[in-house]
C-alpha cells in the first residue's frame, strides 16, 4: 500500500469477536471461587476456607469488548466417598469435556500433592482442549518459592506428556495479574458472536444463588463441625404485596437442610443467635445481588444422611 492510499478493507477488518467457555479446575480449596469473582468483578460463586464449598456449576460472564468469556466454576475433583462426592466428580468431567479452555488452578503456598497429579492425569487424557496452569495465592508466597512451584508445574506436564499452553501465576485477593489472566484465556477461545446479553454476570438461577449465599454464611462458623452436612433449599421468593412502589420488600423463606437432629443446636446457637447472625449476614449479601431490601425467614430441617441417600440428594437438587 502506497502512502496515501486508503486502507482495503482487509486490512481494515478488526480482531475477531472471541466468545467461549473457560473452567477451573484443581483440588478443593485451591481459590477457583476467588479467582472467578475476581475476574467477573462481583460475587457470583460463594468462597469459603472449607473445601468443597462449590456444588453448583457456576458461570461467570466476563464481557470485553473483544470477547465474551464464560467461566464455568466446577466443584473440586476429589476421591469421593459418598455419593454425592461421586456425583460431583461427574459434574467436573462433563464440564472438562465440553469447554473451549481449561484452567488448572494450583496454589502457590502448597507443594504440589497427590490430589494435583491425580487432576493433571485426568487432564493428559483431553487431548484437544488447551490448558492453563494458574498458580493461585502468589501474595502467600516469597519470589523464591514462587519460582519453585512454576518449575515443578511445568515438569508435571512434561512428566504427563503435554503442554501447557500457558503458566500463570495469580492473586486474586491482591488483584495481580487478574487482568493478564483474562488476556491470555481470550486467544484460546474460538471467534464467535456474544453468548449472554450486556450486562449477565452469571446464568446461574436467582434462587440458587440466595441459597448457595445462605449456606455459606451458614457454614461461617460451624464449619469444623459440618463441613458438608449443610444444604439450603429456596422455597419461595415472592415480593411483598401491599408496599408502594418506592418501598419494595422481598420476601424469602429458605430451609436448612442437616443430616441429624443432633446438629440442629450446632446451627440455631445458643437463644437462636447463630441463626440469627446467618441470617444477617445472608440478607446484606442477597440484597447486594438482587438490589432490593429483602425480610429473610429461615427454618433448619432434618434430611437424614441425604449425602447418601439418591431420593434426598434429588429433592435437594444434586
Not at 162 to 189: H, M, N, T
Request: hydrophobic share 40%; aromatic share 4%; net charge neutral.
Amino acid at each position: 500500500m502506497t502512502a496515501g492510499t486508503p486502507p482495503s478493507p482487509t486490512e481494515q477488518r478488526e480482531t475477531p469477536h472471541r466468545s467461549g467457555f473457560a473452567c477451573f479446575v484443581g483440588r478443593p480449596n485451591a481459590g477457583k471461587s476467588t479467582l472467578t469473582n475476581a475476574l467477573v468483578g462481583t460475587k457470583v460463586a460463594i468462597t469459603s476456607n472449607r473445601p468443597q464449598t462449590t456444588r453448583h456449576t457456576v458461570r461467570g460472564i466476563v464481557h470485553r469488548p473483544d470477547a465474551q468469556l464464560v467461566l464455568v466454576d466446577t466443584p473440586g475433583l476429589h476421591k469421593p466417598r459418598t455419593l454425592l462426592g461421586e456425583r460431583l466428580n461427574d459434574v467436573v468431567r462433563t464440564t472438562w469435556a465440553e469447554v473451549d479452555v481449561i484452567g488448572f488452578c494450583l496454589p502457590a503456598d502448597q507443594k504440589l500433592g497427590p490430589g494435583d497429579r491425580y487432576i493433571a492425569t485426568e487432564l493428559a487424557g483431553i487431548k484437544k482442549t488447551p490448558k492453563i496452569a494458574i498458580v493461585t495465592k502468589t501474595d502467600l508466597v516469597e519470589s523464591k518459592q514462587l519460582a519453585e512451584q512454576l518449575i515443578a508445574i511445568d515438569r508435571l506436564g512434561t512428566e504427563l506428556g503435554f503442554e501447557w499452553a500457558e503458566i500463570v501465576p495469580v492473586s486474586a485477593v491482591g488483584d495481580k495479574q487478574v487482568g493478564l489472566l483474562a488476556d491470555l484465556l481470550v486467544p484460546l477461545l474460538p471467534e464467535g458472536p456474544t453468548l449472554y446479553p450486556e450486562g449477565d454476570l452469571t446464568d446461574e438461577p436467582e434462587q440458587v444463588m440466595v441459597a448457595e449465599l445462605i449456606r455459606e454464611a451458614a457454614l461461617e462458623g460451624v464449619r469444623d463441625e459440618l463441613p458438608h452436612s449443610i444444604a439450603v433449599v429456596v422455597e419461595e421468593m415472592l415480593p411483598r404485596e401491599d408496599r408502594p412502589a418506592d418501598r419494595p420488600l422481598l420476601d424469602i423463606h429458605a430451609n436448612l437442610y442437616i443430616e441429624r437432629p443432633s446438629q440442629k443446636g450446632i446451627i440455631i446457637g445458643p437463644k437462636g443467635r447463630r441463626l440469627k447472625e446467618v441470617g444477617t449476614k445472608s440478607r446484606k449479601h442477597i440484597e447486594a445481588l438482587l438490589g432490593t431490601p429483602v425480610f429473610l425467614d429461615l427454618h433448619v430441617k432434618v434430611a437424614k444422611d441425604w449425602q447418601r441417600d439418591p431420593k434426598q440428594l434429588r429433592k435437594l437438587g444434586f
